[in-house]
């Protein structure tokens, strides 16, 4: 069966840094479009950004343009999201989500038909 299995979260600082990965396993890796999403305490699961499937092309929300950096080993099936200049609000749960690129960019969760079981990221301000 299909598994994405999320690694790198952890608690750091305002400022620092954090690489998530994401293993994937059970699906045509480098046929999908791969994402990341998050969700903080009471808050809904927000989009973060999207890789095609080829690594030639990425889409991020506003909030994490020009510090948070996704990239993909085809492979390795790994997916990663660097994230620099971490701050308090970037707390939350970080999910990785697979789903067939279409051509264009998906940022709603319905558009993913797999997702992994999220790590947490903590940033301490």
């Known amino acids: 069966q299909v598994q994405l299995v999320e690694s790198g979260g952890g608690l750091v600082q305002a400022g620092d840094s954090l690489r998530l990965s994401c293993a994937a396993s059970g699906l045509t890796f480098f046929t999908q479009a791969m994402a990341w999403f998050r969700q903080a305490p009471g808050e809904e699961r927000e989009f973060v950004g999207v890789i095609s499937w080829s690594g030639g092309s990425t889409y991020y929300t506003d909030s994490v343009k020009g510090r948070f950096t996704i990239s993909r080993d085809n492979a390795k099936s790994t997916v990663y999201l660097e994230m620099n200049s971490l701050k308090p609000e970037d707390t939350a749960v970080y999910y990785c989500?697979?789903?067939?690129?279409?051509?264009?960019?998906?940022?709603?969760?319905?558009?993913?038909?797999?997702w992994g079981q999220g790590t947490q990221v903590t940033v301490s301000s």
């Open positions: 989500a697979a789903g067939r690129d279409t051509g264009s960019w998906d940022t709603s969760s319905d558009d993913y038909d797999y």
